[in-house]
């Protein structure tokens, strides 16, 4: 049903006025729109009668290009606001539910300012809002630059955030916890100063935004459709709490090139007095666009090891010799010393492979397989990589048809360095290469300053380019994995090949700069919400050498939360990330790893607190089989599992991954247990967690009655 | 034979001291080379003991990563100086002459500076000079950017000077015939602010720049193997007539990012008392690396028509309706109407194609075929064309049938409107549309402002664009016509699929802002000195409308002069660029473009001079057959033609293709007649050649002697 209503707009002296009202299909969300008296657009969003967003401004100020600077945020008149409702489902290729609902009410806003002309589309979901500017194709306005967003989130309290602070570069920060005035007086303490961080000046945040009030409200800013326009960061006005899209950066100052008709990323404001009502929200991917593509039966969810963790821990080199200046395509490696670390050896990949199939993973990642590692890193150098050319000691026929015969897959790397522009030249031989020996998955990497010079890695350009790789490598049935790109933005959707990204600090900080026991109880509530996560996790060896035998680095976690990342930590693709030898020394719990599912018909949230902790458990798709993960900050906690989503009526074994009594992730954190329980819907389990631990549960069902024997019941 | 020079360097108070002296094979030249009493390498070059370059220095300023800005102009000492010879012939692919002589004699300088390291490698031919810097592989020069290099070419007199002024975008303009020291204040009168033209300020020219000293010598400057560096402009210190090298910069000032092991360009200095040698010379090519391709069957020079001049004259367009806001893949072209004045529709180019068999042409250029003219031209937009879809009344199968039924091909048309990024992620999809259509040659265009923002069409990232672009082709056997690059460099040597260039004012200068009859004696001695021009000629009907019947423009030329340009300026890829109905009209002179080759086996160059005239003979290749063209400036003139290279007792028809009496460029320039006549090796013709006029001549065996009848003998 349409509803179009045609509203006679008289502008007022207070504000807003005469506010057109829009409330969400359990009326608990409303959301009001007007102009106020300057003509300029203004929302507010209220939440079961609470004020989430204060009167906020809507608009722009753009540049054309022979006019000069155009105000785009005062002066509009209201053609039309029509209304519009949807409430359907869709399943997605692949995720944390089969089937997902899309139910929300609509308000189309359209404005005029004099003879340009600007629409404000409006979807207000039952667990929060999205909206987007859209500029129809018109005469006054054919391409312009976007000087400024002026996207106003007007809070109506000083809430607690968990941010990390604006950087055009990269999200690899650990995220801060204050309130919203302490923003400003706390980013120095946010920036670890590592090579990659290029921190913003002022008290800037980036998204998504994660926030709760102190009357219990949760809150989370984020976009969704990142397409053709540059990221959303939010600048922060800590006095009035009042945030402000801060968009990323052309290497002039842009901040967007539109050509009508256009519009922009869906701006999100996620609500809910129950957290994980936050974690469970579907409205990103449903303000996405539907799968691109009519194939994809070639699509799958990946388990996989990799040739990786060794390098962190000093056991090999991404790199075959350690001479230097070399050169694509002149260099001859067959001339040069090799330096004996190098593991992307044909022998120890093989042993990969072989461990692969042994314990049912798909695929082996390989990294450092390509010349061109001796000289990365640099700011300068752009043709570093050709992504084609294997080292000498790496044999890539003799590889693919040993994986082919043992039906694992070798995963492809593409470190790009950054340069950007020599990859998107080489990147059709590239994907060729790959379709030609056997591989369908490739892991990207971003690490260093983007080529085209001055361009940023949430940018406008750099945006394109992301997708522009997923497109491509949807051509070759190929699934993307990218490290170092812009945050997710429910693309996945879209261009389901683009499996997972990294955006974030995940467990190659804890090689690094190390990662706070509570920075997996926040990730769900910030970058994940974007979409899926390539966090690495299995690191079972929690203690380890780093780069030198003589020097130890620790995770922050215990070995069993370890385990319950595979749950708390969604993606379709996950790595065991750890040494095949370690996996070898602990095959108690790695059954674990080995058993848990990839992708499911259904998630349950239950139990969340940011910061704090979460509980979840999940279905296997397709599968009578539930994987539960907790994991909790650096306190000690006693996780309450429940079961009622299992089938009435019939009983499971449950194995149970636990802490010992005295783990903790400092000082005892490889101190697990593993016990077997039966358990029903009505069970509900009282489960430790040791300080910075976690729990990690396999739920089957009962084949033969002698499994259960000595099984107590829950 | 290599001739090991150990020299002990003493340093001296005069400059420069004790100097390391080579000469040309034929010992006319003279290159002196010294480090000055500051460690600053320096040389000077002479001819025929007059001096060209005086004590003129050489060296960088270097920006390093983590030291900052490093001087590398003095206290160099020298490690070694070393001297070689090559004497050898060539096969160019195609070209000018079917062999070529490589003969240098050559000084390798190898410098130290503390513990970096720079070489400079001196040839030095018979007509002139060329010279490189080489950065060893070395371990305290990895990587840098160029700051400034500090070139200099120190000239020994206030020479007049043929020039065009300093611009990172295009080398468009009318040349400028001055004194050096009058270069400044002419530089504004060389503006003719055409939308392309971003000139730079300060007394700055491009190169090639030519010379002619007071004392008779002809000095000209450029650069041979521009790769991986940007094109060099020259400084001009007008008072002291000195020039030094000006590099194009990246969006961050840099003048080219180097990883050692490196070299630059060759900067050239052709110098001769004959200004015939300077056209003549080799030398470019000579310091060119041979061709990159083992095969090179498919690459084959050209002769063509387009569908090109009829949207300048007006009647037609490029766009195909009158609508704008394309979006590629989403814009439904069939639902948009169309203008009705769309050149590249299916009749109108089997009009063309038909033509074109007809009269023995190879291809026939389509411009206007793809989607996206529509909205061409912004600064903005980037996704504008996709090089692959053409528009709904452009039937590329039908046609590409209809043109091998006729043994014709269409020629593809890519106008990247500078968004290079995007063409660079089409290349692939492009090339391989070609093939699979039946392309095999491609007109590039450039027009616009750089994208990847920041960037210049001579900057060194589109330096390396223009060849990657040559080097991709060549993967697909497609051949390659840039318009809007980079000047050429004698890179059609090492690249032969890259056909020619504009990078110059060619005939649409004629529709546009008008060309001076004497730009064409200028342009063999400037822009032709790098490479190929399709400069487009043949326009017959040199008056014509342009853009509206009512409006009428005229060429700077007689029509006789049009066809002489197919001898003067040379290209293995000539356009008979006016109309199919004006070449309908105007039979007799249309069978010189048709007759004359676009592949020589020998040229003689019978007069010149810069700025004046130019005649020139050349020798089909493969054929008894040659060709002469005669060019003046706004002056008639009588030329002087030779024939004593015709083979000695044989008798040949000259057909004669003249400017009538009362010819005159401006007030009857159409105004024309041809004569045959007889010729043998003794022959002598004084011809005469109107103000802005020409003449054209073809000289055939004599095939049966009823030809000869009646035909007097010259």
Known sequence: MRNILFVLWIFGVSLPVRAQILNSPDQNMTLAFALDKQGTPVYTLNYKDKEVIKSSKLGFEIVLSKLGVLDLTRNFTVISITTDSEDSVWNPVWGEEKEIRNHYNEMLVKLSNADRFMNIRFRLFDDGLGFRYEFPKQEKLYDFIVKEEITEFNLAGDHNAFWIPGDYETNEYVYLTTKISEIAVNRERAITRIKTQVPIDGAVVQTPFMMKSDDGLYINIHEAALVDYPAMHLSVDINDWKLCSHLVPDVWGGKGDIYTPAKTPWRTIIVSDDARHILASKLILNLNEPCRFEDVSWIKPIKYIGVWWEM????????????????????????????????????????????????????????????????????????????????????????????????????????????????????????????????????????????????????????????????????????????????PTGLHRTYPNWLAQESARGTEFEAMAGLPPEHTTILPFTRLMGGPMDYTPGILQTIFSYHSPKKTKQAGTTLVKQLAYYVTIYSPLQMAADLPETYERFTDVFQFIKDVAVDWDHTYILEAEPGDYITISRKAKGKNEWFIGGITDENARMANITFDYLPVGKQYIATIYEDSKTAHWKTNPMSYQVRKVLVTHKSNLKQYLAPGGGVAISIKEVSDKTEIKGLKRL
């Open 312 to 487: 962190f821990v000093g056991k090999g080199t991404w790199n075959y010799t350690d001479d230097t200046h070399i050169k694509l395509s002149v260099t001859d490696y067959s001339k040069l010393k090799p330096n004996t670390t190098h593991s992307a050896n044909t022998a120890n990949v093989k042993r990969y492979i072989d461990f692969a199939a042994k314990h049912g993973f798909e695929q082996v990642l390989v990294e450092g397989w390509n010349i061109g590692w001796e000289d990365w890193g640099g700011k300068v150098r752009t043709d570093l990589f050709d992504f084609v050319t294997p080292y000498p000691d790496f044999n890539v026929k003799e590889l693919q048809q040993y994986a082919a015969d043992k039906g694992v897959k070798v995963m492809m790397h593409h470190e790009t360095g950054a340069s950007v522009a020599n990859y998107e030249r080489r990147l059709d031989d590239a994907f060729r290469f790959m379709k030609e020996h056997g591989y369908n998955a490739v892991k990207t990497g971003y690490v260093g300053w983007i080529r085209p010079k001055g361009e940023h890695h949430d940018g406008q350009w750099m945006v394109n380019h992301y997708i522009h790789v997923a497109n491509t490598a949807a051509k070759y049935k190929i699934m993307v994995n990218s490290h170092e790109a812009v945050r």
